[in-house]
């Protein structure tokens, strides 16, 4: 297991740790791909299954943001921002050089570390935020 969500790591919204939780199995799902050495065809298609799942959650976070007036909007689309190019930059990587053992450390750190992160700082404000102005809200943003 490259990276497991935890206790620890809940922001305190369910609907949010249930997309983290599913974001955490992708994720782990491509880093065993690369470090297996599973084939092209194969590890592309789960960058792009990873991708979607970025793509459609980090729209519900952002889409909730905006409902709320969330003071913190902009840093945190930029931070969203940031993984998703890094996404993608790593696959272009992928691509160009293949399962080579600087993809994985850079999985290790570019991804599985920075969510963490990501998730510990940002969207713990955010999930405290939706928190004090009423979390139900949030199970209506869909
Ligand atoms: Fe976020």
């Known amino acids: 297991m490259s990276i497991e969500w935890t206790k620890d790591l809940s922001v305190g919204i369910e609907a949010i740790d ?55 909007y902009t840093h945190h689309l930029g931070r969203h921002k940031i993984f998703v190019d890094t996404t993608n930059e790593l696959e272009a990587f992928y691509d160009k050089n293949g399962a080579t053992d600087e993809l994985f450390e850079r999985l290790q750190k570019d991804i599985c570390d920075w969510i963490i992160s990501h998730i510990l700082v940002v969207d713990m404000e955010l999930g405290a935020f939706i928190k004090e102005r009423g979390g139900s809200l949030f199970g209506d943003t869909d």
């Open 18 to 72: 249930v997309q983290h939780r599913e974001l955490f199995r992708r994720i782990d799902g491509l880093v065993t791909a690369v470090r297996d050495g599973k084939g092209d065809g194969e590890v592309h298609d789960i960058f792009h299954f990873l991708s979607d799942y970025i793509a459609s959650h980090f729209a519900t976070e952002e889409k909730c943001m905006r409902i709320l007036s969330y003071p913190g």
